[in-house]
């Protein structure tokens, strides 16, 4: 029920008399505070009833941020590189960690386990050979052989006999470890100056990964600890978008992750478990996008409980646009069968371009979510429309900042989007890459940085809901 069941009327009212009450003398405050109450009501959160054990709780958590707001570093103010370890020493950040966070819905496969666990636990396998890029990036391959040579690679070296040559293995683990992620100790903005730069180096550390990850025995080891890091941060459900292997049966592929779900949530009886969201880079051309879609409804017949949907990837503002694609997306529709679309779109800041149509387009196909949904606040549109529909955003704040779509994270429409209690579901998008883990960080930046002092425990309650919705 709503704190203000005729909310809009009381609004339409207080504003009358506070116009009336100008001229003749200073306004009523029971005016002022019931519309302060009517905005609070309506923020993310704003209707959650709290028992008083809540209310204790809530309490000691809107003193720890004052603390966090008040300081000269305040870290969604910075970049995120630079704000991590602050955040990290938090003891708001350390309580967030213990909150369950309901679901992660928009996590990419090849970005969800820790850098440090792939180097230690598969760079150290037999077999893995490495060579070294044109473009400074490196690449891997496990063979029971000496492997072909790669186009603008260096000849192949084992990775075995490397260290066995190297004197100092930790250097090289080091090095390594910086091409499989773009956190850096370094300036950030100096090192990646413009959004053309860090997407090269995103798309050259996501294939140096996938050489790692693509090995059957590795693929299984994986799949398994990114759930176990997405579960110790208190998360109980994922939704994961993959890229498929290309030299593996997609079948196989989709099974093996059921199978490794399944032994996990045996292993994990409270985890609720997990489904794949199915992907093709939006680079592709036309005749590729036929074949995926067929594929992919070939699978969701296949696997119709572990297989949500279908999703385009890639910098959406270099891919194809979404209608580029509408006679291969329609085919399922024309059919008669059910392929629900989780479409990435609305993350670029080019207004008015044709990429920034994929909102409304997303919209036209029906989509059940839209993943960022960054430009959302220039499309009233597509914005009125998503909340009619309850087509929740998935809101990836460290992701949008690294990507350098926003500089301060209290400039991010998500901050706006919050306050009037748009359906939106905060994830993490690629935490490996970005040098953080789980959901706990971007939890973090959206309670502190979107919400401010307003947000309070009955938001951080709305928003584990919403992922369950």
Sequence with gaps: MEVFPQRHLVVTLCMSLCCLWGVLSMPDPKYRDALIQIEASMQTGGQVVLDEDEKRLNSRLLQMKQKEVMRADFPPAMHFFKARDLIKESPLFS?????????????????????????????????????FTNSQSIRFIFSSEWPKLLPYCSPWVLLEKLRATTINSTELDDSIKRNLTIFTDLDPDVLYPTQDVIWGRFEQAFLAVLGLVSYAPVFTDYYYQGLREFYTDNVMYLEVRALLPEHHDK???????????????????????????????????????????????????????FMAGFDLVGREDQGRPLWYFRNELSLPSDRGLQLPFYFHAGETNLEGSEVDQNLLDALLFNTSRLGHGFALLRHPVAKELSKKRGVA?????????????????????????????????????????????????????????????????GTLKELAMNSIR
């Design 95 to 131: 309580l967030l960690q213990k909150v369950p966070k309901g679901a992660a819905l928009h996590v990419h496969d090849l970005a969800m386990v820790d850098v440090e666990w792939l180097v230690k636990n598969v760079t150290y396998r037999p077999y893995l050979y490495m060579c």
């Design 251 to 305: 079948t196989w592929a989709l099974k093996t992750y059921q199978e490794v779900t399944k032994q996990f949530t045996a292993d994990h009886p409270d985890f609720f478990g997990a489904r794949l969201i199915f992907t093709v880079h939006r680079g592709v051309n036309s005749t590729v996008m036929a074949s995926v879609v067929e594929e992919a409804m070939k699978l969701k017949r296949e696997f119709p409980d």
């Design 393 to 457: 955003l998935e809101i990836c704040p460290i992701s949008n900042q690294v990507m350098k779509l926003v500089d301060d994270l209290r400039n991010h429409p998500g901050a706006a989007l919050m306050a009037e209690d748009h359906p939106l579901v905060i994830s993490s998008d690629d935490p490996a890459m970005f040098g953080s883990s789980g959901l706990s960080y971007d939890f973090y930046q959206a309670f502190v940085g979107f919400g401010g002092l307003r947000s309070n425990i």
